[in-house]
Every structure is written in structure tokens, then in C-alpha cells.
DNA sequence: AGGATACCTGAATGAGTATTCAACACTGGT
DNA sequence: ACCAGTGTTGAATACTCATTCAGGTATCCT
């Protein structure tokens, strides 16, 4: 039989007579429209159940059922999915920041807000969190959420060392601290700086055993939350003494690195950049980092693009929350 | 009277937060697009099935989900001859709408749901459709259809202005977004209300290049999809601010007016009716209207029955979208 | 405050549905 | 006639999903 192109014939569909598509839209009416159920269905007709189902498949096939979603206004799930799609995320929350100019303010709230939810939703229970500090987008976050009555985590793990100042040290205690008590969890604190200021006083600070002993249970976190760095300069940064000198970002800005997750900086293409810094970082591993089941990168706002961009070819993420501008400018990325 | 309740949910808001809608959504999507099964679902969002479960159910609720089942074309082919050859039609699409009491809810999504079906078959590239708004019988249409994967239209134009509150407006403009993103094709839209609130400002608005532009492309549409306005009272037109004034309506039944297409009234025999009204709509002018190669109407329920059948009288259409009810009517009519 | 109500949750479970499977019926070819 | 091949059927069953239930929390009302 040649098989027709055009298919623009008159009468039943697919190769189906009227008379089965009169059966059909019977069975797909009774079963949608009037609720009955199969069995039912089956009795009034007097055929078997099975048959009914299988009436009903061939109806959804052949377009006489259709279902559809209909996304409301204000969600973005379309979008969502397209950067799970291209990127290879479990998941993507877009916030929707509205009509929000440059000033990052507003979309900042609405991150941390989105990233609050997302939490509330999806920790259970059992999970030991490691957490990146002194990122504004994290502390956003964290003052989104709501205290939960009863224990949804058992750890809250400070993944890295405080940065800069001893005022600025105290900053990320106090976000893991937050989030612990939110959560109910039990807070671990690394009292230390995130960065050494030599590869030799690394060395002797890992000997200490408040030290070696918090770090010692970042294999076995099941859930990261991450802020991303940016090597462009960043107010917090700047004013919480200068974290990194600039001298290393630039440095690091020579070897092509674009971004950081817990001070472990990556290319534009997400690839590991390997620097002298790497010798001095107090913190979780790259290799321990990326293993962690669950990474949820939180991060928006154009300043920051390029690396989120960065983080999601490389696959630094599992999850990702962010803006609705950074996520319209995702989607039409080429994939990774 | 009218039996019907909030049909203005385009906010789709009934008391839940956007974050929760996006949850909504998002599973709905994964369950009735990807085909997923809830514990996966389940586990992916890490949420437990019970509640993937009961999201579903909720998103049924609120109309996110919509399940409709259509009457295959050719189950009505007598009827819908009958009418092509009556009133000269190039094709008639009779949708059926099983028992359904004047509550016609169930009228609207079957209706809907056959358009859409034709729309989809019909379609197949390099259409430039114009699109007539806030008609809830378009909205059906435009819920029931499915995204398909490739562009199946140029272009899809406003061809009226919004209507009433601004809240309406949106309601207009998103009809014309949604359709353009299910087809592929670049949305136009026309920002300006329906209706000028005299002949004057009519003429200001139109000397605006964002209006005018758009308003030039309505002599190169390929295809119009029309809502029919009755000049009874209908739900829709009532709740969103009163689109025409009644003292308007007075004027025009006076003058024999029964229905129109995009503002433009005619009477029982499909002669056009002109009034001062004329001056002061912001749309597609009538003449341009009637050249359009195929004008799609779609519109159902006995409310509308006169409008319909004047509007077919008047040769105002090509192509008809109806409910088997109105058909039934249409078809032992005398000849036009 | 206290207490009652309404609500939300996940584990367990029962309801409802899809699929398997073996039997059978129909083709068309030898 | 006979027999692959193909398709259809209903009984049994494996599967998926919706609901119950118990335990808990917010909120309101006295």
C-alpha cells in the first residue's frame, strides 16, 4: 500500500471507521466527562474493563482526549524546563522578578525568596546541608525562610572558611547558624579564614582538629547550597575587606577563570582552573564538592552571568535559582 | 441568572501563590507532557507521591490542567454539508457537545477543543492570522491547543484593541501571546483600548506608530479567527467593566444590530449596521475584515444563535465553529 | 492563655487501571 | 486444507495512583 503524504482526507481518522469513533468518543465521555469508571463503563456497555482501557488509550492517541497545561501567567515553566533540558539540571526555579531595572535590590528578594520555597518543599528530612558563605544572595535566602516547627535537616556544615576580616568571618558563621536553627538542624561551624595567607599555614590550620574534624564530614553531605562568585567585582566582596587581593583576581582573571563556587574557580567553559590560590583555600575540595548528590547553585542578575553560564557547562549544579532575566538569556544558550 | 460562575480566572488565582502555582505547573507539566509517573516525579522534586498526587489534583482544580474530549471530525459530516452548502461555507466544524445543559461550560471547552483541532490541521505554515480578543470562546480554543514543534504561522496579529480594564487588556494581549507561542510565530499586538471613548481620541491613538504599524499589517492577514459578540448580555463582556456602554447597545439594537466580528455590527440579515460607534473602534475596519481569504468564526451556544446565523447570512465567514446545537438550528434555516 | 477547628503532611493501603498472557479468530499464501 | 502471521479478546495480575489515617501545626475564637 503506498503510503500517502497529504493527509488531508475526509473521512476517519488513522484508519479507524465512524462507527469506532462513535465507540470511542462514547467510552472517552463517559470515563472524562461524566466520571464513571471503567468497570462501570464496561458493565453499561457490556464489554470487559480491559477493553475500556484500552478504547481509552486509543482515544488519547488519536487526539479525541486531549489534555493539556495550561502555564498561568507569572511562571515561567517553559523556561524552567528548557535549561533543565540544555544544561542537564534536576531542576530549575525561575523568580520572577517582575519589571525590575538594573537596581538588584528587588531581585535579590525575589531570589532568595524563590530559593526560600524551594527548600521549604524539598527538604524532608535527613539531609546533612553543606552551605558557601557570605554570599548575598545566600543570606537573601536564608531571611526568606521561615522557621520550621520540627527538624527537617541534620546538619548545617559551613563548607568554607569566613573571608576577610574577623567581622566579615563572624558574617558567614551567622548564615550557617540561621539556616541551622531554621532547619533545626545541628550547626558545624570552620573556624577559619577561607583562605590561608600561604599554602604552608593551610597546612598547619588542617592539623588542627576543629579544623580536620569539620572537614572531615563534607564526603558525606547530601546537599549543597552554593552562592557563585563572579570575578567581576562585587559590593559585598569589596566592602567586606577585599577577599581576594587583587592581585590573585588578577591572576586568576589571566588564567581565563570567570567564577567560583567555594573559591574553586572555573573557566567560562566550567573547566577547573588551577591556580596557586587552590593551596591556601580552607575548604570543601573540588573533587568532594562534586560529588555531593544535590549542588543548588543560587544566583541572578547579569553581573553575574557569565559565571552561572560558566557553572552550568561544567556542571557544578544539580539545581538552579535564579532570575528571569538570566534564565531568558539561558535558554537560548548553545548547549554545553 | 446567568448560571455561569467566575469564568474570569485568567489571574487563575483562586487564593494560592504564585510559588505554589509554579509547583503546580511544573509537576503537571512532568506528569502530562513528559509522561512521567508520580514517584518520579516525586523524587526528582524530592516531594513524596501522595502530594505529587494531590498537586495533580489541584492543578485539575484550577483549570491548569484541562482534559477535553472531542468529537472526531466527520461524526457530524450530514450536518455539517448541510450548513457549508446553506450559507456557501468553505468548511463547518460541529462539535459535539454531548448532554450538556445550558451551563455552558462544558459547551465552551468542546467547542474549543474542535477549533483547536481544525486550527491544527489546517495550519501548516506561512499563515498570517489576525485574532479578534477577550472572546472566551477563543480562549478555549487557544487552551485546548497543543505546542507544536515547529513554527506552523508567520504571524499573529491583534486585530482589536483591548477592551475595558486594563486587567482585560492583558487578558487580550495574552490570547494573542499564547497563540503566537503554540504556533511559532511572531505575535503583534496592538496596544490601545477596543474602543475610544469618542472619535476623536480614536483619531489621536491611531496617529501613534505603534498603533498604526500594526494596524497597516491587517490587509496582508492570510486568516481571521473570530469570536462572534452577540448584542444579548454575556458573562464575560459584563464582568470585565462593560466593553460597551449600555446606552451604546440601546443605540445600536435600535438600528437592528444583532452581533458582530471585531466590533463591527450587523443585523439579522448580515447588512452591515452603521453607527457613531464606527468612529471610535480601534481594529480592523470592515472592508479590510471582509477580504481577509478565510475568516474562521468560532463561537457556539443558543445565546449566540442570531449572531451566528446573521453573521452567515452576511457571508462575514468561511469557515464556522459550532456546537451541535446551533448547528441542528442552522441547518433547517432557509438558504440566506 | 487555652482549646477547638481546620488544615497539611507522609506512610500505609485500598481503589482503579494497564498489561501480560494464553486462547482464539481471521487473513493470505502454499 | 493447512499453517504461519497478525490481531483481538478477556481473565488474571502487576502496576499506578488516590485516599485514608494518624500525627502534627497554624489559626481563630472564647
Redesign the interface.
Known sequence: MPSERG??R????GGVS?SQ??L??KV??MY??HGMRQPQIAEQLHISQPRVSRLLKQ?TA????????????????EL??EIERRFGL??V?VA?TGHSSPGEQSALKAIG??AA?YLE????GGDRIGISSWSSTLLATVDAMRPRPNPVADQVVQVIGGVGSSTSQIYATRLADRLAILTGAKAIFLPAPGLATSSAAREVLVTDPHISDVMATYGSLTMLLAGLGSLEPSPLLMESGNAIADTDQDALRKLGAVGDICLRFFDEHGEVVKSALDERVLGIDTDTLRSIPRVVGIAGGTRKYTAIRAALRGGWLDVLVTDLDVARCLAVEPAP
Open positions: 493527509d488531508l475526509e473521512p476517519a481518522i465512524t469513533l462513535r470511542l468518543t472517552a465521555r472524562h466527562e482515544a488519536l487526539g479525541i482526549v486531549r489534555t493539556t497545561v495550561i502555564t498561568p501567567a507569572g511562571v515561567h515553566a524552567e524546563e534536576r531542576d526555579v520572577d525568596a524563590a520555597v518543599t524539598t527538604l524532608t
